[in-house]
């Protein structure tokens, strides 16, 4: 707040609140009539007390208040507060962790380690932020099968020929993806006809004995591929 006189006034340049990184400097120049003399308190951070020019260097954070006295030559005594604000740099860290890749302020890292980003704060000083991070990669997989016929796969595929191009994405223990590659062979069933002419009877390999021609019955038996090998029964009896 200012506090003037009726007969004198006195005014601060370049403003009466100022805010500054701690290292850095503001030169304040009090405007008054010709020929006054000044007095400033306290006198924490100026380079003098008694100028109309004063250099303030914040050592701490906070904000002081400097109270600017000017007399001129006709005694008249006016006065005005000036506010200077030091801001300290500011630090903090990051710890995260991520599948493959992260972004941390437009800033993409792939591998794990602990990097340091220098920014700025809200106050417009430097701010130092750590990242401690660990990249977890995602992995891959082959799946071999072989199956009679056709299979249907963890995708919910059913294929009935060979495939090694097949692939599906699970997640890993880590929680990234796993890539699982199908390497699917595919085997077939077989078929035949076992034909017999017997005199009143006959005992096929399914253990039945048959008394008369049929062409109907089939057992089936593994074939070489081990796979179904459905076997017809035509026996004339």
Aim: aromatic content about 6%.
């Amino acid at each position: 707040a200012q506090t003037v006189t009726a007969q004198c006034s006195v005014s601060v340049l370049p403003s009466q609140t100022n805010n500054l990184c701690l290292g850095s400097s503001v030169q304040l120049i009090v405007q008054s009539d010709s020929g006054s003399t000044f007095q400033w308190s306290p006198a924490t951070d100026l380079s003098n007390t008694n100028n109309d020019t004063v250099v303030v260097t914040p050592l701490n954070s906070g904000t002081i208040t400097y109270l600017v006295v000017a007399t001129d030559t006709s005694g008249c005594i006016d006065s005005i507060n000036v506010l200077v604000t030091g801001n300290a740099p500011t630090t903090s860290s990051v710890t995260a962790t991520s599948c493959n890749s992260y972004t941390l302020n437009g800033q993409t890292y792939t591998t794990s380690g602990s990097y340091t980003q220098n920014l700025t704060n809200a106050a417009g000083c430097d701010s130092t932020l750590t990242l401690n991070l660990t990249i977890i990669s995602s992995s891959t997989g082959l799946d071999i099968q072989t199956a009679c016929n056709s299979y249907t796969w963890i995708d919910g595929i059913t294929y009935t020929s060979n495939n090694n191009t097949a692939t599906h994405t699970l997640t890993n223990i880590y929680g990234c993806d796993s890539v699982v590659t199908l390497n699917l062979t595919i085997l077939y069933s077989s078929s035949g006809t076992d034909i017999q002419t017997h005199c009143n009877s006959f005992t096929w390999i399914d253990g039945n004995t048959y008394t008369s021609s049929t062409n109907t019955a089939t057992h089936t038996l593994t074939n070489s591929v081990g796979c179904d090998s459905v076997v017809t029964f035509d026996i004339t009896i």
